[in-house]
Each structure stands twice: as structure tokens, then as C-alpha cells.
């Protein structure tokens, strides 16, 4: 199953205007992956839904109106194997085969990419895959940039190898073989949390970081395996989706991972916005990107030789952040301070990566945009 169809590759060369120098280079190809591989499949066939069922981590919650029956498990800290996976769509069958397509951009002159900025275009995903200052980012730090989409993967999806399978695939096309190797920075928006979350729950080793935009079920976040990757959460506080079945509830699953798991997680709240982000909402996650990467990717790292180890973070050596008051709303000035000097609740507060991505984050709060 592994083994789908190629529908159609394509090599697009931008030429640079009246330049002479090499061209950025972008490759497009669209496969069909039956739905077995997506998470909504696993949900319904793979007999992970009750396992939450006796650990709840908030109180009992009603998302909308469930149909009668209907179970609704508290996280989403499956424990699957590849195995088991593969036996449950031996006995389901794999279902029907849908488009996934998939995008890589690489900067020209790029040398040796140092990582890889990867993309469920789910939502606000093909936005970001094509944002100007991402790929400024990516030509000053030699990223590559990767995106997907389709129903079989966007919202996440099992096996973990099937991303790998893609990249090696992309990587011989392009003549990077490092890419294989090379440390990864995950982006989902709404239910593509399915990917930025839980993807590194099984390959923390490979991640540096991850952003889950606008989750369209907090409960995808509860990741106890991906504690010590670093993680941002950004809600927005008109989002319907942050109101079931309430904002303190959905803001208390990441506090919940603070407290449990001492998680290297932040979360943040863009006043006044709704389910999807805007120009005011992408310098922090472009802030994320930059402090996370030179604070995990060494700076000797070569993936060209291998696999690349990251940096481990210690906890007391960043910062921590008042978390936002659903109760007062909008605009809030949060107190920030190194651990080892914040007077609030250490045990739930946001765990930020440094005093200058702090105080970003402070800004951002307060503002609902970061100074041009």
C-alpha cells in the first residue's frame, strides 16, 4: 500500500529574472493513498479510542453534539505499533485511494540543507508553504521547505515511516541526500494538529520543533512523549473551536502537559481573531522557528553525515510566562521571567525558549503583533 501510484511529477525551475545565478528549485507530484493512513481511519478502526477512557485529564467534555453512543476519549496518547496498524487494515481493508500531493522548495545555493520546515497544508498550510519571509528564513538558515496534502495525510497519519518514504523519495529527485537526515520543524493547523503534534510523540529524536495553530481538538495536543520537544500552541480567541466546550478547558491541556510532563511548551492567545491566522499571527511562529532552531540544531550539525543529534534543553535554563486569562480577555501584559526568578505557578506557566523569544511572546500578548 505503501507502494502507491504516481500520478504525475513535475520539476519546476524558477529562473531568477535577468539572473545568471541557479535557480530555487521546486518539485510537485501527486500520489493516491488509500484512507487507512489517515488518523480519522485509525480513530475508527485501529482500537485506540478507548484508551483514554480511564485516565481523563479534564473534566468530562461535551464537543458540540455528540451522536448517541458516541465515545469521546479524552486524549489522543494512543499506543500503536506499526504492527498493529498494519494488522487492523489487514482485517478493515485499506479503504478508498484519495490524491495526496506533495511539495518541496529548496532554496538556490542551499549547500547542504540543515533541515527541513515541514507543512500539513491543511488549513493555513499552502499559505505558509509560500510566505515570502518563511523562504527568507529558509535561504539564511539552508532549509528546505515540505509540504503535503489530502485527506490520507494532511490531518496526520500512520505509519510515522510514510513521511520518510516521501523525503527519501524527494531527496534522490533533487540530489540532496541529506535530506534524509536532516532535523525537521513541524507546522498543522486546525485538525493538522493530528500531524504537528503527534508526529513527534514517535520521532522526538528527529524534531526540533512544533507549532499547532488554531488545534481543532485540544485534545490532539496531549502528547506526554513529545514533552521535551518544544512546542507552541497558538488559539484565537473568537475561534468556535477554542469555546468547546470552553476556553479554560482547551487552554488547560496544555497547562496540563506543563504540570504532568514539565513540557517545553508555550501557548499563546491572538486576541480578537478567529480559526485562522493572518499576517499579525506569523512573526511569532517565524520567531519560534528561528530561537527553537539555533537552540536545538547544533551549529557543526551535518545531516549529510547522518542522523543529526539534537540539543536537549534543560527547563530551568529558559524562561516562563503568565499564561493568558480566558476570564479577562483580549489584550493582557503577561509577566515573563527566567525559571529560577518567576513568582507564578512554574508548574502550568509557558515555558519559553529564551529571554528574546519571551519577549516576543510578552509582546505579542500584549499587542497581537510583534513591532515591524
Known amino acids: 500500500m505503501l507502494q502507491a501510484h504516481l500520478k504525475r511529477a513535475s520539476l519546476l525551475l524558477m529562473l531568477l529574472a535577468g539572473s545568471t545565478m541557479a535557480a530555487d528549485i521546486e518539485i510537485t507530484e501527486t500520489l493516491q493513498l488509500p484512507e487507512c493512513h489517515s488518523i480519522g481511519w485509525v480513530r475508527a478502526n485501529a482500537d485506540v479510542k478507548g484508551q483514554g477512557a480511564g485516565n481523563f485529564i479534564l473534566d468530562e467534555a461535551k464537543w458540540g453534539t455528540p451522536a448517541a453512543n458516541q465515545v469521546i476519549e479524552q486524549h489522543w496518547d494512543w499506543n500503536l505499533?506499526?504492527?498493529q496498524w498494519a494488522e487492523a487494515v489487514k482485517q478493515k481493508g485499506e479503504g478508498k485511494k484519495e490524491d495526496v500531493?506533495?511539495?518541496l522548495w529548496l532554496p538556490e545555493g542551499i549547500g547542504t540543507?540543515?533541515?527541513?520546515?515541514i507543512i500539513s497544508g491543511h488549513g493555513s498550510g499552502e499559505t505558509l508553504f509560500k510566505h515570502p519571509e518563511l523562504r527568507k528564513i529558509a535561504r539564511e538558515l539552508r532549509l528546505a521547505i515540505f509540504k503535503f496534502v489530502g485527506n490520507p495525510m494532511q490531518r496526520g497519519f500512520w505509519p510515522r515511516s510514510l513521511l520518510d518514504h516521501r523525503i527519501a523519495a524527494f531527496a534522490e529527485k533533487v540530489q540532496h541526500p541529506e535530506l534524509n537526515h536532516a532535523p525537521l520543524f513541524l507546522y498543522g493547523h486546525s485538525n493538522g494538529t493530528g500531524f504537528s503534534a503527534i508526529y513527534p510523540a514517535v520521532e522526538g529524536s528527529r524534531v526540533w520543533a512544533w507549532v499547532s495553530m488554531r488545534p481543532?481538538?485540544?485534545?490532539q495536543v496531549y502528547q506526554p512523549k513529545a514533552a521535551k520537544t518544544p512546542g507552541m500552541v497558538i488559539f484565537g480567541e473568537d475561534d468556535?473551536?477554542?469555546a468547546r466546550p470552553s476556553k479554560e478547558q482547551n487552554l488547560a491541556v496544555v497547562e496540563a502537559m506543563r504540570q504532568k510532563h514539565a513540557a517545553l511548551w508555550l501557548y499563546a492567545v491572538e486576541p480578537k481573531t478567529g480559526h485562522g491566522p493572518g499576517e499579525k499571527t506569523w512573526p511569532l511562529v517565524f520567531s519560534f522557528l528561528r530561537h527553537s532552531f539555533a537552540a536545538r540544531v547544533p551549529a557543526d550539525a551535518d545531516p549529510a553525515k547522518g542522523p543529526v543529534k539534537l540539543t536537549t534543553l534543560k527547563i530551568e535554563a529558559g524562561h516562563l510566562g503568565q499564561n493568558w486569562n480566558a476570564a479577562k480577555g483580549g489584550y493582557q501584559t503577561l509577566p515573563?521571567?527566567?525559571?529560577?526568578d518567576f513568582t507564578g505557578d512554574k508548574s502550568t506557566a509557558s515555558w519559553l525558549l529564551n529571554a528574546a523569544f519571551a519577549a516576543d511572546w510578552?509582546?505579542?500578548?500584549?499587542?497581537g503583533q510583534l513591532a515591524k
Open 101 to 103: 500531493k506533495f511539495d
Open 216 to 219: 481543532g481538538t485540544s485534545f
Open 81 to 83: 505499533s506499526d504492527a
Open 362 to 367: 510578552q509582546t505579542f500578548q500584549r499587542d
Open 336 to 340: 515573563i521571567a527566567p525559571t529560577v
Open 240 to 242: 468556535p473551536f477554542l
Open 113 to 117: 540543507a540543515r533541515g527541513i520546515v
